[in-house]
């Protein structure tokens, strides 16, 4: 993901009803392009939230 500013972000892995299954990153990070790597995950419906200062993007992941 892309931040345009340093700030304050998370990416976290929920299951499909919302519950957190893993945090993958909590940290102060610098303005540009982040990668980061998911947790192994058993086949099915994920959603990924990603949290930057006060705004949250949720995108969802199937795994089979």
Same mark, same amino acid.
């Given at each position: 993901?892309?931040? #345009?500013?340093?700030?304050?972000?998370?990416?976290?892995?929920?299951?499909?009803? #919302?519950?957190l299954i893993e945090t993958v990153a909590k940290e102060n990070l610098s303005a540009?392009?982040?990668?980061?790597?998911?947790?192994?995950?058993?086949?099915?419906v994920y959603m990924i939230q990603v949290t930057i200062g006060s705004k949250r993007l949720i995108r969802k992941l199937i795994v089979s």
């Open positions: 993901f892309y931040m #345009g500013v340093s700030n304050t972000a998370s990416v976290e892995v929920l299951d499909i009803t #919302g519950k540009g392009n982040h990668e980061f790597t998911l947790p192994q995950l058993s086949s099915g």
